[in-house]
C-alpha cells in the first residue's frame, strides 16, 4: 500500500488510500512546512488586523474631518453673529451718547428755567410800581409780572409798600 522514497533529510512517504494520493514528508520538512504555515496564517491574522485597523482610522479620520467641517462652520456663524452684535451695540451706543446730550440739554434748559434771572436789589419808594420798575430794570413795562413772580410777599401787584 505505501512506498517510501529515501531522500536527503527525510523521507517522502506515498500512499494510496481509498483512492487518495496522500504524500508525507520527513521530520524536518514537515515541521518547516507547519511553521510555514503558521507563519503564514499569522501573517493573513496580522494582515486583516491592519486591514480593520486602517479601516477603523479612515473612519474615525471621516468623523472628525466631518467634525471640523461642522465646528467651522459654525465658528463662521458666531463670527458673522459676532459682527452684527457688535453693529448693533456701536449703534447703541451712539444712541446712549445722543440721549446723554438730550438730556444734558435738558438739564441745562431745566436749570436755566428753574434759576431765576439776576435782577439788581430796589428798596421800593413811595410811587414806585411793577410797570415802572419793569420799564426800568427789564427794558419793557410789560415785564412786570417777572418781577411779581420773583417777590412772592408782594400778594397784589397794585399795592407795593415803600421799603
Given at each position: 500500500m505505501?512506498?517510501?522514497v529515501?531522500?536527503?533529510?527525510?523521507?517522502?512517504?506515498v500512499s494510496?488510500l481509498?483512492g487518495m494520493?496522500?504524500?508525507?514528508?520527513?521530520?524536518?520538512?514537515?515541521?518547516?512546512?507547519?511553521?510555514?504555515?503558521?507563519t503564514?496564517?499569522?501573517?493573513?491574522?496580522?494582515?486583516?488586523?491592519?486591514?480593520?485597523?486602517?479601516?477603523?482610522?479612515?473612519?474615525?479620520t471621516?468623523?472628525?474631518?466631518?467634525r471640523?467641517?461642522?465646528?467651522?462652520?459654525a465658528m463662521?456663524?458666531?463670527?458673522?453673529?459676532?459682527?452684527?452684535?457688535?453693529g448693533?451695540?456701536?449703534r447703541l451706543?451712539?444712541?446712549?451718547?445722543?440721549?446723554?446730550?438730550r438730556?444734558?440739554?435738558?438739564?441745562?434748559?431745566?436749570e436755566?428755567?428753574?434759576t431765576?434771572?439776576?435782577?439788581p436789589?430796589?428798596?421800593?419808594t413811595?410811587g414806585?410800581?411793577?410797570?415802572?420798575?419793569?420799564?426800568?430794570?427789564?427794558?419793557d413795562?410789560?415785564?412786570?409780572?417777572?418781577i411779581w413772580?420773583?417777590?412772592?410777599y408782594?400778594?397784589?401787584p397794585?399795592?407795593?409798600?415803600?421799603?
Amino acid at each position: 500500500m505505501g512506498e517510501r522514497v529515501m531522500g536527503r533529510k527525510g523521507f517522502l512517504l506515498v500512499s494510496v488510500l481509498g483512492g487518495m494520493l496522500l504524500l508525507g514528508l520527513g521530520c524536518a520538512h514537515q515541521q518547516a512546512w507547519r511553521d510555514t504555515a503558521e507563519t503564514t496564517t499569522s501573517l493573513q491574522h496580522s494582515v486583516q488586523s491592519l486591514a480593520q485597523g486602517v479601516t477603523e482610522v479612515e473612519a474615525v479620520t471621516v468623523t472628525l474631518q466631518n467634525r471640523l467641517s461642522q465646528t467651522a462652520m459654525a465658528m463662521e456663524k458666531e463670527t458673522q453673529r459676532w459682527a452684527s452684535l457688535q453693529g448693533q451695540m456701536e449703534r447703541l451706543q451712539q444712541e446712549l451718547e445722543g440721549e446723554q446730550r438730550r438730556i444734558q440739554a435738558l438739564r441745562t434748559a431745566y436749570e436755566a428755567a428753574r434759576t431765576p434771572p439776576h435782577y439788581p436789589l430796589h428798596v421800593v419808594t413811595k410811587g414806585d410800581t411793577l410797570w415802572d420798575l419793569s420799564g426800568r430794570y427789564l427794558g419793557d413795562p410789560r415785564r412786570w409780572p417777572e418781577i411779581w413772580k420773583q417777590n412772592r410777599y408782594i400778594t397784589n401787584p397794585d399795592l407795593i409798600y415803600p421799603g
